[in-house]
Each structure stands twice: as structure tokens, then as C-alpha cells.
């Protein structure tokens, strides 16, 4: 029989310091990566609670899309004297109404701009907020198809079934010309108006303490105001035909064109991108404001935090 020496015997064996120092380090990678799955809400997706809560955001969105576009054909085929003041104002009731409805079930978001800020900030996981944005979209394709199913196909082509339209073809002189809004007109306005909605009325919601002063119908009432000023002011100032006013709801905007299509889809990637760009510029400026003016205690999904718990985990698995 081979014997084996004692200094074989030492070096295939590994020593107590080095038995503890790999446990600590799968501990600690294995925590790293729980948290990091608690963060991002993963759970969620398997939750019955969310996609229930979903199903609040799915009906919300469709009767919202199927409302708001309703008052905007019947504002102006009843061809009153002020038919942008009197939609703008029937927008902030119907949005309050919607938003008081299923609050108490979701939140209320109603809107993918609203969502991913929420997302950002911490209010919610990164895992609801896609099951919300999944959930608004098909929502707001269904409020499509429902007013379709309900107008004639006159005011369905005349109106553009009440969707986001940047230009429409209208007959000119010598032929049908396109009349609207530039690109880059009609992208600053939807970053600035989504901007002014987060920090006008959003924020309100988002701070626990303002939000519990306030109570729940004044901070939604607050909200629907905001956006029908916002809609008022933003047809009002351009003042240019074929131009439906800014979306601020890229769900609302994605319906009737998926349903409608045309030339709903010219420019559309804008009512994507606007709020999207107002949504960074928003998390960014409560990231620098003094955090006692935030008052957000409790917000573990915020997106900065899930950043240095993926940085974290990266830099776990490279040890």
C-alpha cells in the first residue's frame, strides 16, 4: 500500500480559514441575489394579487381610452363655440372619476408614463410595473374596439377614432396636402406636459405625507384638473389643425392606432419617447432635491438601489 506523506496529506486538505472564507462568500452571493430578486419584484409575476391589480389598470385604461375619445368626437361634431374648453373640462371629470374608481385596487395608473415613473421612484417593482404597462395596452385596444364598434364609419374616419394624430391629410389647392404639427414641436410638448403632470399632481401622490393630508379624492381630483389644463393648453397654443393635443398616455395613443391604423402611426414613436424622456427627467430631479422634502420612506424598488444591488452581484460573482 502507498503511503502518503504528510505534506500531501496538508495540501489536499483545506483549512478551517479557508472552509469559512467559501461558505461566507456563497452566504453572501446567495443573499446578494435574493435581495436583488426582492428589488425587482420578481415574485410579482407569480403574485395573484398583481395581476389581479392589473386587471383594475386593464378595465380602467379601456373605459378611460373609450371615454376620453368619446368626448372628443362629441365636443366637436356638437360644433360649440368653445369645444376645447368644454373637452378639456369634461377630460378632468371623466379622468378623476376613472382614477377614484380603481385607486383603492391598483393605485390608478391608467397610463404607462405614470408607471414607469412609479417604477423609477420606488413606488412599485420593476416586475408589476411591466404587468401594469402589458395590461394598459391591451386595455386601451379594447376601448379601441369598443367605440369602433359603436360610430359610424364617417366619424370614425373624420375624427381618426379620437386617437393621437400629429398631421392628417386635408384637401388643398392643387390636391390633398398634409396639415399638423412638426416633430420636434410636438416632442417638446410631450416632455414638458408629462413633466408638469409628474410634478404637478404625480408627486402629490408618490409622497406618503402629502398623499395622507390630502386624502385619496383630492389628490386624484387634483390629478384630473392638472390633465385637463394641460390638454387645454396644449391645443390651444399650437392652434394647428390635424393636431390632437398632447397624448401623455403613450396606452391611449397605441390603441386607436393599432385599431384604426393609418396615419395614427406617423410620428407615434413621440408619444413614446416624450413621456419616457419626462419620466428620467423627473426621477432625476427627486433624486436632487433635499431628501426631507421627500418624504418616500420605505420606496426599496428605487431604481437607483436596484442599479447598485446589480453592480453588487456583478462584482460577488467576479470574487
Not at 409575476?45 to 392589473?54: E, I, P, Q, V
Amino acid at each position: 500500500m502507498k503511503k502518503v506523506s504528510m505534506l500531501e496529506t496538508k495540501s489536499n486538505l483545506a483549512s478551517p480559514h479557508q472552509c469559512k472564507s467559501q461558505q461566507w462568500k456563497a452566504e453572501e452571493e446567495k443573499c446578494t441575489t435574493t435581495k436583488l430578486s426582492e428589488m425587482l419584484g420578481l415574485e410579482e409575476f407569480f403574485s395573484l394579487k398583481a395581476w389581479r391589480a392589473s386587471l383594475a389598470e386593464l378595465v380602467g385604461t379601456a373605459v378611460f381610452v373609450f371615454a376620453l375619445d368619446t368626448i372628443v368626437i362629441s365636443t366637436y361634431e356638437t360644433q360649440t363655440k368653445t369645444p376645447k374648453l368644454i373637452m378639456s373640462f369634461l377630460i378632468a371629470v371623466t379622468t378623476t372619476i376613472i382614477l377614484i374608481a380603481i385607486n383603492p385596487i391598483s393605485g390608478s395608473h391608467i397610463n404607462p408614463a405614470i408607471t414607469l415613473a412609479a417604477m423609477l421612484v420606488g413606488v412599485i417593482s420593476l416586475s408589476r410595473a411591466v404587468i401594469y404597462i402589458l395590461a394598459q395596452c391591451a386595455g386601451a385596444v379594447l376601448g379601441a374596439l369598443a367605440l369602433k364598434a359603436v360610430v359610424s364609419s364617417t366619424i370614425e374616419e373624420t375624427f381618426s377614432l379620437g386617437g393621437c394624430t400629429l398631421n392628417v391629410i386635408a384637401p388643398g389647392p392643387n390636391g390633398p396636402i398634409m396639415i399638423g404639427l412638426g416633430t420636434s414641436q410636438a416632442l417638446w410638448l410631450e416632455i414638458i406636459c408629462t413633466f408638469v403632470l409628474l410634478f404637478a399632481a404625480i408627486w402629490i401622490a408618490f409622497d406618503h405625507r402629502q398623499a395622507r393630508a390630502l386624502g385619496r379624492v383630492m389628490v386624484v381630483s387634483i390629478i384630473g384638473i392638472v390633465v385637463g389644463l394641460l390638454v387645454f393648453i396644449s391645443t390651444t397654443l399650437t392652434a394647428t389643425k390635424g393636431y390632437a393635443g398632447v397624448g401623455m398616455n403613450p396606452a391611449r395613443c397605441l390603441g386607436p392606432a393599432l385599431v384604426r391604423g393609418g396615419h395614427l402611426w406617423n410620428g407615434h414613436w413621440i408619444f413614446w419617447v416624450g413621456p419616457a424622456i419626462a419620466c428620467v427627467a423627473f426621477y432625476l430631479y427627486t433624486k436632487l432635491i433635499p431628501q426631507q422634502h421627500f418624504h418616500a420612506d420605505g420606496f426599496k424598488h428605487d431604481f437607483l438601489n436596484i442599479l447598485k444591488a446589480i453592480f453588487s452581484s456583478n462584482h460577488a460573482h467576479k470574487k
